[in-house]
């Protein structure tokens, strides 16, 4: 039971990172001379391989850019939070009882971060030819799976005594 419940908090440990590296890190949209996050992008002057960061251009509709990252900080937070009420719920939880108010928070997480890329995808770079998605974009990808899979684990797991 001790190894299930490392495995648990080592996949939803995880979950959180994947999040929290898609949120944070550079690497939504490239192109060969510019790459691009929910925060500002970065471009190559004078093909001199020094990148210059500048703001998120005005082209960007700043409420579909601000709800982006708004959603993508609450999928990090909720998905913190729902492993310390996953970790609360180990200790006050009786025997038998599912962990389903973890559960709902991942959920939400899950929520939250399709709805981050969702947006993302269908309002940024659509008529970008020469560009592709970068790794943190993947990775919230990954990230959105990951919460969509422990967040109906917990709501299916029950809580063993042994």
Not at 134 to 149: C, E, N, Q, R, V
Request: proline share 1%.
């Amino acid at each position: 039971m001790l190894k299930a419940l490392a495995g648990i908090c080592l996949l939803h440990l995880t979950t959180i990172f994947f999040l929290f590296w898609a949120t944070i890190d550079d690497a939504w949209w490239f192109t060969r001379t510019l790459y691009t996050d929910l925060w500002g992008q970065w471009v190559m002057e004078n093909n001199d391989n020094v990148w210059v960061y500048m703001d998120i251009p005005t082209s960007y509709r700043k409420d579909y850019l601000q709800a982006v990252q708004g959603f993508a900080v609450l999928s990090c937070l909720f998905a913190v939070f729902s492993l310390i009420v996953f970790i609360i719920q180990l200790f006050t939880l009786g025997k038998g009882k599912r962990f389903i108010l973890s559960g709902v928070v991942q959920l939400i997480s899950c929520f939250c971060i399709m709805v981050a890329l969702s947006v993302y995808t269908d309002h940024f770079h659509r008529g970008e030819k020469d560009g592709w998605y970068g790794w943190s974009y993947i990775m919230a990808w990954f990230g959105w799976l990951l919460t969509l899979f422990t967040g109906i684990m917990y709501i299916i797991l029950r809580k063993r005594v042994d």
